[in-house]
């Protein structure tokens, strides 16, 4: 039914923003991990074809409105970490699902360093190791994220 049109990667990826906006208590907040990274990063394994870097730039964008910060901002990093992805990708197939989770944690504290260098550039921002703690939480959840979206792949045949 939804095979080739790309209407469940579009739905996986728009949870993902809501989830990346949805407020949480100022003692986990800090933890939240990077939802659309995670799920462009499966996707990107999965489908290097469909989804790309104009997809990161365009979901990155996205997350810019979202959260309110300069436009570009979290564009440019998750482009950055998408091309990585991209670029890597049979490679990256290749590993374990938890060798793959440390992969995944160094592309994330590669996306939030490239944040807080950009907003230092054009802004006056203080790194805090604060800007790390996601890292931690992108890692332990990537393996349980791959196997639900490899799930929901298989379900509907997204080739």
């Known amino acids: 039914m939804f095979s080739n049109n790309g209407f469940i990667i579009f739905l996986t990826l728009l949870i993902a923003l809501m989830a990346s906006i949805t407020p949480m208590p100022l003692s986990v907040d800090a933890f939240r991990p990077d939802w659309v990274l995670i799920v462009l990063v499966y996707w990107c394994l999965a489908l290097p074809?469909?989804?790309?870097?104009?997809?990161?730039?365009?979901?990155?964008?996205?997350l810019d409105v979202l959260l309110g910060s300069v436009l570009g901002v979290h564009a440019c990093a998750m482009a950055?970490?998408?091309?990585?992805?991209?670029?890597?990708?049979?490679?990256?197939?290749?590993?374990?699902?938890w060798q793959q989770a440390l992969i995944i944690g160094v592309l994330s504290a590669q996306y939030h360093l490239v944040v807080f260098w950009l907003q230092r550039f054009l802004s006056d921002v203080v790194f805090l190791p604060n800007y790390l703690y996601p890292v931690i939480t992108t890692i332990v959840l990537?393996?349980?994220?791959?196997l639900l979206l490899r799930r929901v792949r298989r379900h509907f045949r997204i080739e």
Not at 80 to 97: A, E, G, H, T
Not at 142 to 146: G, I, L, Q, R
Request: charge should be positive; aromatic fraction near 24%; proline fraction near 3%.
């Open 142 to 146: 990537w393996p349980w994220v791959f």
């Open 80 to 97: 950055l970490s998408v091309y990585i992805v991209v670029v890597n990708f049979q490679k990256i197939r290749n590993f374990s699902v």
């Open 49 to 62: 074809n469909k989804i790309n870097i104009f997809t990161a730039w365009v979901m990155g964008f996205i």
